[in-house]
């Protein structure tokens, strides 16, 4: 039998795959629904046909999967949901005030209530113990680490020249916003949690692990929903800079290749109704043989 938490998280995320492709066609259907500056509103139509034909898809498929007991389809659900929690932060702290704003304010808040709802069933350890052994950890770990300060050192340059000069980045002036979102939402949601699981990863703590795989699969869709806003700036017109994939297409095929190792790495899961309930027994089961060795 699944958990409380775990139905939770399950009745969240239908209403937040629902909303997702109601959100996303309706930015695509009416171009007059967003009333941000030419380029934003550019960039949340390429964000938004990822949302429709990626990751939304991508979420009700892994929640089914959970259903069926698949531990990879969970890992992959939580990091869905983790892509959902960090995107609808950016429709709801940094899009002009549209007829949607209440249905992000829900979008955002759902999804960081299911992610919570949905580790808290998962027995971490019992997880960890179905990995094989030999996967590329302190590799996948190293590139999250690497991405991390590479990405939170950026943002400091630019608060440092701010001190040093007094003149804002150039980035705050092209979306129109009087605070740097950007960096305020990668440095709290990505920089650390990437320093966090990358670390423990290396270390090889199970909720490393966890970490890791969900940093991963979010880090894969959304730079594929980044590099298609850029793409929509150029073709739409408010831009003619490509330069910008340099950055995305590497750190997503990245995340990708690690999303692949660290999934591939989980033992599949044996003929059970719940995996995270399988987990729970596993781990009781292990710790009983520990106790009579």
């Avoid at 139905?7 to 239908?14: C, E, G, Q, Y």
């Avoid at 340059?157 to 000069?165: F, N």
């Avoid at 729970?280 to 292990?286: F, Y």
């Amino acid at each position: 039998m699944s958990t409380p938490n775990r139905r939770i998280a399950d009745h969240l995320s239908v209403v937040i795959a629902i909303l997702m492709v109601l959100t996303s066609s309706a930015g695509l259907l009416f171009h007059d629904l967003y009333q941000d500056n030419a380029l934003v509103a550019s960039s949340w139509y390429g964000n938004d046909l990822v949302t429709l034909i990626v990751a939304a898809p991508l979420l009700v498929g892994a929640l089914i999967g959970a259903r069926q007991g698949s531990r990879k389809a969970f890992l992959v659900w939580m990091g869905m949901l983790a892509y959902t929690f960090y995107n609808y932060a950016f429709y709801l702290f940094g899009a002009a005030f549209n007829s949607l704003f209440l249905v992000y304010a829900i979008l955002y808040t759902l999804s960081g209530f299911a992610l919570v709802f949905g580790l808290a069933s998962l027995d971490a350890e019992a997880l960890y113990q179905r990995v094989q052994q030999g996967f590329p950890g302190r590799w996948i770990g190293g590139f999250m680490v690497f991405v991390a300060v590479v990405l939170g050192g950026f943002y400091v340059a630019l608060s440092l020249q701010y001190l040093a000069t007094g003149e804002a980045p150039a980035m705050i002036d092209a979306v129109g916003l009087h605070t740097n979102l950007i960096a305020a939402l990668d440095l709290s949601m990505v920089v650390s949690v990437a320093l966090l699981g990358g670390v423990w990863l290396w270390r090889r703590r199970p909720w490393g692990f966890v970490l890791a795989v969900l940093w991963n699969v979010k880090g894969a869709v959304y730079m594929l929903a980044l590099s298609a806003a850029t793409g929509a700036t150029v073709a739409i017109g408010p831009s003619d800079d490509w330069v910008q994939l340099t950055l995305w297409a590497p750190i997503g095929l990245g995340c990708l290749i690690c999303s692949v190792l660290l999934l591939a790495s989980v033992k599949p899961t044996e003929a059970t109704s719940e995996a995270p309930s399988t987990d729970a027994h596993e781990s009781s089961k292990h710790a009983a043989t520990e106790d009579a060795n």
